[in-house]
């Protein structure tokens, strides 16, 4: 009897009483790191889900990062782009790699250039027209010039639309995470975009669950009032995505 006391009066964890709206339905996609081919399967994946469970107002959030590291960052901007594009209600979070990707490509800054090649834009530069040996034979200042023509300025006019958190429901869908203790609305894009440590360290309820990004894990990371989802697809081959719907929350990977 004592034990059944404890269960029905124990404290519900915001992740147990988190709702989206009703009539919605929200896909949040992990980041996606160049790996055009595993996103191409994950929407598939998606599509097939979402016909199946029925009508309803569907909605799909990228957290960002969809460059870098992984082999073909040009062609997951341009299937980003072919969803808008197709009228698909879709919404894109700025990551730290967007962030540094658009620096890099318009201040014509080798130190731009420079850390953006460090945290993975090699394979970003070899995604655009340009070979491995035409690549090697650039230094840092040659490198930063040649970014401002290599791009599309329609690539980083698409990456300069996007956002830095999404409310919707009891859910907050950001890249990196939120200050703990600092309210949404008071959130700075560089805690948004680049924020870790700090972040997935804290205990505690938070003012929304915070759905995110940014940070790797083996697989989805469920703790207090955060869901992380990045699971590493350009190492893994593991993309991932989050579905909810009411209270209901499911999980989609290639």
């Known amino acids: 009897m004592l034990g059944r006391f404890f269960k029905k009066t124990a404290k519900l964890r915001p992740l147990d009483t988190a709702r989206v709206p009703d009539g919605m339905r929200v896909y949040a996609i992990g980041d996606v790191h160049g790996c055009n081919h595993l996103l191409h399967d994950l ?23 969809l460059m870098d590291r992984g082999p073909d960052s040009a062609g997951v901007i341009e299937t980003a782009m072919a969803l808008r594009k197709a009228g698909r209600n879709v ?10 990707f658009v620096r890099a490509c318009r201040k014509n800054d080798p130190k731009v250039t ?11 530069v070899l995604s655009y027209p340009i070979t491995r040996s035409e ?50 609305a008071e959130q700075k894009p560089s805690d948004l975009r680049w924020i870790r440590e700090d972040f997935v360290e804290q205990r505690g309820d938070l003012e929304k669950v915070v759905v995110y990004g940014h940070t ?17 697809a350009y190492a893994s081959a593991e993309l991932t995505a989050i579905g909810l719907e009411g209270g209901e929350r499911w999980y989609l990977q290639t």
Request: aromatic share 10%; no cysteine; net charge negative.
């Open 43 to 65: 929407l598939m994946k998606i599509e097939a889900d979402d016909l199946a469970r029925g009508p309803a107002e569907t909605l799909i959030i990228f957290l960002g990062d």
């Open 135 to 184: 690549y090697i034979a650039l230094d840092m200042h040659q490198l930063s010039e040649r970014l401002g023509s290599l791009v599309p300025e329609s690539h980083l006019d698409f990456i300069d639309s996007f956002e830095d958190q999404i409310v919707i429901g009891d859910y907050v869908f950001v890249h990196a995470g939120i200050r703990p203790g600092v309210p949404l």
């Open 91 to 100: 919404r894109f979070l700025m990551g730290n790699h967007e962030e540094v």
């Open 114 to 124: 420079r850390f953006f090649i460090r945290i993975g834009g090699e394979a970003t």
């Open 216 to 232: 790797i894990y083996d697989s989805v990371e469920e703790r207090g009032s955060r869901i992380g989802i990045d699971t590493g």
